[in-house]
């Protein structure tokens, strides 16, 4: 892996990328709570369908070839993450209704008392895709991070810090400040806002001469 490839911009993503899934799925509750209601099985649900996304992203991210492993790659994941993170935040209400009982007669077989099938349904479509590229990042930012004099765990560990803090940011920000503050839509809205500012960063640092063969 080439030395200085732009090794803050890289950190920046990792953190928001942390930031970004923490916050989508900190806010999901709250979007689907008029549909599906606030039980604990529908806060499993979210759960569950963001850390099975997760676990998909970090799966495809170890299976990339290193040599397409570069800046401009990760700022493409990065773009993608925040643009497939954008119809969460009008479509969720639509979708939902969809799969009410009423007036659409296959909701019957999908919806279950407390709405969870109906809600990983809507889980599936409109967080997951997001979770998975924003998982992807952490493998891809690692592995940039990696010089000869900074071996694998190392680079590992620094972007796992990062990605930390930035979920800390994403968990604290929509429930004490954004949520009450400026609704759902807009604390979506703002998780696809971090990773496009960190697709942008990323890109400034590829069209540097170092990084040029990246």
């Known amino acids: 892996m080439q030395e200085r490839l732009g090794q803050s911009s890289v950190l920046f993503a990792a953190f928001a990328a942390g930031a970004a899934v923490m916050l989508a799925e900190m806010t999901a509750p709250r979007a689907v709570a008029p549909l599906f209601g606030t039980s604990w099985r529908i806060w499993v649900t979210i759960i569950a369908g963001t850390m099975l996304a997760m676990a998909l992203g970090y799966y495809l991210a170890a299976r990339t070839r290193p040599e397409r492993v570069t800046l401009r790659r990760l700022a493409t994941l990065?773009?993608?993450?925040?643009?497939?993170?954008?119809?969460?935040?009008?479509?969720?209400?639509?979708?939902?209704?969809?799969?009410?009982?009423?007036?659409?007669?296959?909701?019957?077989?999908?919806?279950?008392?407390?709405?969870?099938?109906?809600?990983?349904?809507?889980?599936?479509?409109?967080?997951?895709?997001?979770?998975?590229?924003?998982?992807?990042?952490?493998?891809?930012?690692?592995?940039?991070?990696?010089?000869?004099?900074?071996?694998?765990?190392?680079?590992?560990?620094?972007?796992?810090?990062?990605?930390?803090?930035?979920?800390?940011?994403?968990?604290?920000?929509?429930?004490?400040?954004?949520?009450?503050?400026?609704?759902?839509?807009?604390?979506?809205?703002?998780?696809?806002?971090?990773?496009?500012?960190?697709?942008?960063?990323?890109?400034?640092?590829a069209q540097s001469p170092v990084s040029r063969k990246a």
């Open 78 to 205: 990065l773009t993608a993450s925040g643009l497939l993170a954008v119809p969460a935040a009008f479509l969720v209400a639509p979708v939902g209704r969809l799969l009410l009982p009423a007036p659409v007669p296959l909701a019957q077989l999908l919806v279950v008392d407390d709405g969870s099938r109906a809600c990983l349904l809507v889980v599936a479509l409109l967080f997951m895709p997001s979770a998975a590229c924003l998982a992807a990042v952490a493998p891809i930012c690692a592995r940039l991070r990696e010089t000869p004099q900074r071996d694998a765990g190392s680079a590992a560990g620094q972007v796992l810090a990062a990605g930390t803090l930035g979920s800390i940011l994403g968990t604290l920000a929509p429930t004490y400040w954004l949520l009450d503050g400026v609704g759902v839509r807009m604390t979506l809205l703002s998780g696809t806002a971090l990773p496009l500012l960190a697709a942008g960063c990323v890109l400034i640092a």
